[in-house]
């Protein structure tokens, strides 16, 4: 009869010797180290990270945009879109944490002059996707539209003093 330790029958189940199972959780570590590091280095990682955020929401904002103008009959979508505005609302400002105003960025410095303002934006256009979300959950088509343009002039009230124009932005240059 043949005593076998917890390791190694946990070693024998996956397939793996217990070494290269070490190694796995090594490389693992290694990698996802970096992505959880506070004093990570780069500015232009936090811009494409705040880009790719803010396509999100702008990705968003066009389909609740497609399905509202269309009368696309797709239940529970629009309702699906402001749930994950309501999410990246909560992302923002942590996105936006860091001062960069400068290079492939279209952020203007009044963010970070102007903090407590720029989060008031932001907490207004939660609160208005959170009114959307509402409305589509309700089924009442008529609140739909009110509630849509009412996050539509939330983004607006945010992008008139936070972000630069369109013919400023560093995608023209």
């Known amino acids: 009869m043949m005593i076998r ?3 190694t029958e946990g070693a024998q189940r996956s397939g793996r010797p217990p070494a290269l199972s070490l ?3 090594l490389a ?4 996802a180290g970096p992505v959880f590091a506070d004093g990570h280095e780069g500015s232009e990682v936090d811009v494409k990270y705040r880009q790719k955020l803010m396509s999100a929401v702008g990705a968003n904002m066009g389909a609740i945009s497609d399905i509202v103008k269309n009368q696309m009959a797709l239940p529970g979508h629009v309702q699906n879109h402001a749930s994950q505005l309501v999410r990246s609302a909560d992302l923002i400002a ?3 944490k860091k001062e960069i105003a400068t290079g492939a960025t279209d952020a203007k410095p009044e963010i970070w002059k102007d903090w407590g303002e720029y989060e008031e934006a932001i907490a207004g ?3 208005a996707a959170k009114g959307l979300e509402a409305a589509a959950a309700s089924g009442d088509p008529a609140a739909v539209g009110p509630a849509v343009r009412t996050l539509g002039r939330s983004c607006g009230s ?3 003093p936070f ?3 369109k013919e400023e932005s560093y995608k023209n240059r």
């Open 5 to 7: 330790s917890a390791r």
């Open 23 to 25: 190694l796995v959780l």
């Open 28 to 31: 693992a570590a290694f990698v």
């Open 94 to 96: 942590a996105a936006f």
């Open 125 to 127: 256009f939660r609160k």
């Open 158 to 160: 945010c992008h008139k």
């Open 163 to 165: 972000r630069k124009p």
